[in-house]
Protein backbone atom coordinates (compact mmCIF):
# COMPACT_ATOMS: atom_id res chain seq x y z
CA UNK A 1 0.00 0.00 0.00
CA UNK A 2 1.75 3.39 -0.58
CA UNK A 3 -1.62 5.91 -1.49
CA UNK A 4 -4.63 6.78 0.35
CA UNK A 5 -7.50 9.37 -1.01
CA UNK A 6 -10.12 10.76 1.48
CA UNK A 7 -13.68 11.50 0.91
CA UNK A 8 -15.69 13.41 2.91
CA UNK A 9 -18.86 15.95 3.59
CA UNK A 10 -18.14 19.46 3.20
CA UNK A 11 -20.28 20.45 6.00
CA UNK A 12 -19.11 19.86 9.37
CA UNK A 13 -19.81 21.13 12.90
CA UNK A 14 -17.09 21.90 14.87
CA UNK A 15 -18.51 19.10 17.18
CA UNK A 16 -18.53 16.62 14.58
CA UNK A 17 -14.71 17.57 13.94
CA UNK A 18 -13.72 17.44 17.55
CA UNK A 19 -15.34 14.18 17.43
CA UNK A 20 -13.70 12.67 14.38
CA UNK A 21 -10.43 13.94 14.32
CA UNK A 22 -8.35 11.21 17.10
CA UNK A 23 -10.26 9.07 14.82
CA UNK A 24 -8.72 10.58 11.63
CA UNK A 25 -5.33 10.82 13.73
CA UNK A 26 -5.34 7.22 14.36
CA UNK A 27 -6.12 5.89 10.83
CA UNK A 28 -3.62 7.78 9.60
CA UNK A 29 -1.01 6.37 11.62
CA UNK A 30 -2.25 3.12 11.39
CA UNK A 31 -1.83 3.86 7.14
CA UNK A 32 1.75 5.09 7.75
CA UNK A 33 2.55 2.28 9.58
CA UNK A 34 1.42 -0.18 6.77
CA UNK A 35 3.89 2.22 4.06
CA UNK A 36 1.46 4.60 3.35
CA UNK A 37 3.22 7.55 2.15
CA UNK A 38 1.14 9.58 -0.50
CA UNK A 39 -2.50 10.63 1.07
CA UNK A 40 -4.46 12.60 -1.93
CA UNK A 41 -7.10 15.11 -0.99
CA UNK A 42 -9.54 16.59 -2.84
CA UNK A 43 -8.97 20.90 -1.31
CA UNK A 44 -12.74 20.87 -0.60
CA UNK A 45 -14.21 22.52 2.68
CA UNK A 46 -15.07 20.52 5.60
CA UNK A 47 -13.51 16.69 5.70
CA UNK A 48 -11.52 17.83 2.99
CA UNK A 49 -9.50 20.59 4.88
CA UNK A 50 -9.83 18.68 7.95
CA UNK A 51 -7.23 15.65 6.46
CA UNK A 52 -5.30 18.48 4.84
CA UNK A 53 -4.35 20.01 7.92
CA UNK A 54 -4.04 16.25 9.68
CA UNK A 55 -1.53 15.17 6.87
CA UNK A 56 0.10 18.44 7.44
CA UNK A 57 0.17 17.75 11.06
CA UNK A 58 1.53 14.12 10.52
CA UNK A 59 4.50 15.36 8.01
CA UNK A 60 6.31 16.90 11.04
CA UNK A 61 6.85 13.35 12.55
CA UNK A 62 7.21 12.31 9.25
CA UNK A 63 8.96 14.02 6.64
CA UNK A 64 8.55 11.36 4.12
CA UNK A 65 5.18 12.25 3.82
CA UNK A 66 3.75 13.50 0.64
CA UNK A 67 0.40 15.69 0.43
CA UNK A 68 -1.29 15.93 -2.94
CA UNK A 69 -4.19 17.74 -3.19
CA UNK A 70 -6.23 17.16 -6.45
CA UNK A 71 -7.92 20.31 -6.81
CA UNK A 72 -11.53 20.11 -8.87
CA UNK A 73 -10.55 23.12 -11.02
CA UNK A 74 -8.64 26.31 -10.69
CA UNK A 75 -9.74 29.08 -8.56
CA UNK A 76 -12.28 26.62 -6.54
CA UNK A 77 -12.12 28.78 -3.83
CA UNK A 78 -12.83 32.63 -5.40
CA UNK A 79 -16.08 32.26 -3.93
CA UNK A 80 -15.48 30.97 -0.47
CA UNK A 81 -15.16 32.63 2.84
CA UNK A 82 -12.01 34.44 3.34
CA UNK A 83 -10.76 32.47 6.41
CA UNK A 84 -11.77 29.50 4.39
CA UNK A 85 -9.37 30.72 1.49
CA UNK A 86 -6.83 31.92 3.79
CA UNK A 87 -6.85 27.85 5.43
CA UNK A 88 -6.71 26.67 1.61
CA UNK A 89 -4.20 28.88 0.79
CA UNK A 90 -2.09 27.33 3.55
CA UNK A 91 -2.78 23.67 2.57
CA UNK A 92 -1.58 24.35 -1.09
CA UNK A 93 1.71 25.99 0.13
CA UNK A 94 2.55 23.12 2.15
CA UNK A 95 1.54 20.17 -0.67
CA UNK A 96 3.94 18.69 -2.27
CA UNK A 97 1.92 18.51 -5.20
CA UNK A 98 -1.22 20.26 -6.44
CA UNK A 99 -3.02 18.82 -9.73
CA UNK A 100 -5.95 20.40 -11.55
CA UNK A 101 -8.43 18.37 -12.57
CA UNK A 102 -10.05 20.70 -14.70
CA UNK A 103 -8.61 24.43 -15.65
CA UNK A 104 -11.89 25.97 -14.55
CA UNK A 105 -15.03 25.08 -13.53
CA UNK A 106 -17.63 22.28 -15.65
CA UNK A 107 -20.20 20.50 -15.13
CA UNK A 108 -18.94 17.09 -13.43
CA UNK A 109 -15.73 18.25 -12.39
CA UNK A 110 -15.98 17.45 -8.94
CA UNK A 111 -16.91 13.99 -9.82
CA UNK A 112 -13.87 13.60 -12.38
CA UNK A 113 -11.44 14.60 -9.48
CA UNK A 114 -13.25 11.81 -7.26
CA UNK A 115 -12.47 9.32 -9.35
CA UNK A 116 -9.28 10.52 -10.39
CA UNK A 117 -8.40 10.20 -6.56
CA UNK A 118 -9.60 6.86 -6.10
CA UNK A 119 -8.06 5.39 -9.34
CA UNK A 120 -4.86 6.80 -8.20
CA UNK A 121 -5.19 5.43 -4.62
CA UNK A 122 -4.68 2.05 -2.68
CA UNK A 123 -7.60 2.46 -0.44
CA UNK A 124 -9.68 5.08 0.40
CA UNK A 125 -10.39 6.77 4.11
CA UNK A 126 -14.12 8.09 4.06
CA UNK A 127 -16.62 10.10 6.25
CA UNK A 128 -19.90 9.18 4.97
CA UNK A 129 -23.03 10.03 6.91
CA UNK A 130 -25.80 9.77 3.81
CA UNK A 131 -26.33 7.19 1.43
CA UNK A 132 -26.32 9.71 -1.26
CA UNK A 133 -24.09 12.85 -2.48
CA UNK A 134 -20.43 12.96 -4.13
CA UNK A 135 -18.96 10.91 -1.01
CA UNK A 136 -21.05 8.25 -1.29
CA UNK A 137 -20.53 8.26 -4.60
CA UNK A 138 -16.70 7.99 -4.62
CA UNK A 139 -16.57 5.70 -1.85
CA UNK A 140 -19.03 2.82 -3.79
CA UNK A 141 -16.99 3.50 -6.68
CA UNK A 142 -13.71 2.76 -4.86
CA UNK A 143 -15.58 -0.67 -3.46
CA UNK A 144 -16.40 -1.20 -7.19
CA UNK A 145 -12.98 -1.03 -7.95
CA UNK A 146 -12.24 -3.65 -4.96
CA UNK A 147 -10.18 -0.94 -3.48
CA UNK A 148 -10.10 -0.85 0.61
CA UNK A 149 -12.39 1.66 2.11
CA UNK A 150 -11.77 2.63 5.86
CA UNK A 151 -15.07 4.39 7.29
CA UNK A 152 -15.00 6.70 10.05
Request: net charge positive; glycine share 8%; hydrophobic share 35%.
Amino acid sequence: MGSCCFTGHRAMSMEEQQRIYPILMEKLTEATAKGVTVFRNGGALGFDTMSALSVIKLKERHPQLKLFIDAPHRGQSERWEEFDRNVYEYILARADKVTYVSERYQRGCMQKRNRFMVDNSDFVIAYVKRIRGGSYYTACYAESLGREVVYL
